[in-house]
């Protein structure tokens, strides 16, 4: 497809460790080619970084070919720039709409993660931008935290008014369901270190209970924020 992109800025992984000392912008990284099949590219303009991102960049071995230029990253959001033949119309996503989701494990795994300024992926792994949401919300929202919130609310079964109690209420995932719960008329009774428990309240818990300073720091560090993946 002509007018694509050769290369684009992106964050890299050069070695083992905390993402600080792991990472670098690069100016030059190669762009994804031309979607092929059933994929679309999506130039990013936010990304949520979640507890699990830092992993990747600690975990995976340096030994393996692909990692010198791994790019890690699971959630985004951004707009469609091209799309293969194989994407019909059925699929709801067609070029120039504004998207947002989450890429695989095998993704990062293989260092094709979302903190750069294109990703390819199948257009089956997208949903379109909500639009009472800004790109940033959504890519916070929508992505791992967001989805695993809904597989929980599914699986609770909520009933309107019923009363529900949400442990890890101030992580990334528990902020999610304090408001959808509180939305949907539920009594909320959240837990969560003491430090948060003001945090927890605002997002509209009716009850906060502290599970212990033991906690707090992890508890502290559980949630997600969005942030451009090509400033330095």
């Known amino acids: 497809m002509a007018g694509l992109p050769q ?4 964050w890299t992984v050069i070695r083992a460790g905390l993402p600080r000392d792991a990472l670098i912008l690069q100016p030059a990284s190669p762009a994804p080619p031309a979607p092929t099949g059933t994929d679309i590219l999506v130039k990013v303009s936010h ?12 975990i995976l071995p340096s030994w393996i070919p692909f990692r010198r230029y791994a ?17 019909s119309v059925d699929s709801g996503v067609t070029v120039g709409d504004e998207v947002c989701g989450a ?21 089956d792994q997208v949903a379109r931008r909500p639009e009472k949401l800004s790109l940033g919300a959504a890519a916070g929202l929508c992505g791992v935290a967001g989805q695993t919130a809904l597989l929980v609310l599914k699986e609770a079964g909520l009933e309107e008014g019923g009363r529900v109690l949400i442990n890890g209420a101030s992580g990334g995932v528990g ?20 430090a948060n428990e003001d945090f927890v309240k605002k997002l509209g818990a009716d009850e906060v209970r502290d599970r212990g300073p033991e906690t707090g720091e992890a508890d502290q560090g559980d949630r997600s924020w969005t942030t451009s993946p090509i400033s330095p």
Do not use: W
């Open 7 to 10: 290369t684009m800025k992106a």
């Open 175 to 194: 902020t999610v369901l304090v408001q959808i719960c509180k939305s949907k008329g539920a009594t909320v009774v959240g837990i969560c270190s003491g």
């Open 71 to 87: 790019v890690p990253g699971i959630d985004f959001a951004g707009t469609v720039v091209a799309a293969a033949p194989g994407v």
């Open 47 to 58: 990304v949520a970084l979640n507890p699990a991102d830092p992993h990747y960049v600690r």
């Open 103 to 123: 890429v695989s494990f095998m993704y990062v795994a293989t260092g094709r993660g979302t903190l750069a300024e294109y990703i390819s992926l199948p257009a």
